[in-house]
């Protein structure tokens, strides 16, 4: 299993900015994706961006341009950059960390969450 501590979620300005940080511990040597999603009461969880081992990064549409997704593979640590944020975008965000299973297929693990809040 791998656990997953988040922070630096908070409350910022519309037009504002912030940046999440989320470090990995366990089993981290099966880790093969790692990255964030995002949910908003009464919503369903949302995939917002992706980032392999390679460094190969995928964003939602709704955040593309404004959001980046970064890691430290030698901190085991995957960070998301959010600029230009909207009051859309306020959501409890986590990070999650994929990893490929011995008998096949992966399995994902997430943090606890940060609060981000959108609002003047």
């Known amino acids: 299993q791998v656990q997953l501590v988040e922070s630096g979620g908070g409350l910022v300005q519309p037009g504002g900015s912030l940046r999440l940080s989320c470090a990995a511990s366990?089993?981290?040597?099966?880790?093969?994706?790692m990255g964030w999603d995002r949910q908003a009461p009464g919503k369903q969880r949302e995939r917002v961006a992706t980032i392999t081992s390679g460094g190969i990064t995928n964003y939602a549409d709704s955040v593309k341009g404004r959001f980046t997704i970064s890691r430290d593979n030698a901190k085991n640590t995957v960070y998301l950059q959010m600029n230009s944020l909207k009051p859309e975008d306020t959501a409890v965000y986590y990070c999650y960390a994929e990893r490929i299973l011995i008998v096949g297929g992966a399995t994902n693990d997430w943090g606890q969450g940060t609060q981000v809040t959108v609002s003047s």
């Open positions: 366990g089993s981290i040597f099966s880790i093969y994706d």
